[in-house]
């Protein structure tokens, strides 16, 4: 069965600081998709990267950067030189082939302080 | 390019009633995906539609139900409402419900008393 695990519940920083949101996931299909999701206190869901299983590369997109590791079944999310707009809720997800749903994880709260 | 609209945006129904909610994907969509979201439960998959079809239902009674027309506009319903279905309800739409990211509407807040 799929499961989707972000063990920190809510994660504060100062801003400018570099913070790591962690993800871990459980699937048995060997192709999959992995996701994260950004939702800001207006609440729309907004997609910010996908990776599938057969693509290990560490991927940067200006101040996100993401780690993809299927040794340990990990797909961290890392924010450099936080501001306070990267405050919100985000979501690991994954997906498995030929499933047709995607399954979220509980989701990190982070605040980032002026 | 219009993004994924979701009516209403607020309801307060009683409980024993019964809603509607209706989502309209962004043009070209074919599957559409409604999601419940609570403070205890967090995202929980609902169903999955593509050409009309359900392809996939989630662990929900059923009372939930939805159906999707042959312009890909999907429609959910709950009948009975009870309290603890109060909730955030998401519509999303993609190419592909699989490996194609989910494009997500605001959402009806959907309050029962």
């Known amino acids: 069965a799929q499961k989707v695990t972000q063990a920190q519940t809510e994660i504060s920083v100062v801003e400018k600081e570099d913070v790591t949101l962690d993800c871990v996931y459980e699937t048995r299909d060997t192709t999959y998709y992995l996701f994260w999701y950004k939702q800001p206190p207006s609440g729309e869901l907004v997609f910010l990267i996908r990776r599938n299983s057969f693509d290990e590369q560490n991927e940067i997109s200006g101040r996100y950067s993401w780690n993809f590791q299927k040794s340990t079944s990990s797909f961290n999310f890392t924010i450099t030189a936080s501001q306070v707009v990267d405050s919100a809720v985000y979501f690991c997800a994954l997906s498995e082939a030929g499933g047709f749903k995607t399954i979220f994880g509980a989701g990190t709260r982070l605040f980032v302080k002026a | 390019k219009a993004g994924v609209t979701q009516t209403p945006r607020y309801l307060i129904k009683t409980r024993g009633q019964q809603v509607t909610l209706s989502c309209s994907p962004i043009?070209?969509?074919?599957?559409v995906s409604w999601y419940q979201q609570t403070p205890g439960q967090g995202l929980q998959f609902l169903f999955e539609y593509f050409s009309e079809t359900q392809r996939n239902k989630g662990n929900f009674p059923g009372r939930f139900s939805g159906r999707q027309f042959s312009n890909s506009r999907s429609e959910m319903n709950v009948s009975t409402l009870e309290l603890g279905d109060s909730a955030l309800y998401l519509c999303?739409?993609?190419?592909?419900?699989?490996?194609?990211?989910?494009?997500f509407g605001n959402g009806t807040r959907l309050t029962v008393t």
């Open positions: 999303a739409s993609s190419l592909s419900a699989t490996e194609s990211p989910l494009h």
């Open positions: 043009s070209g969509h074919r599957s």
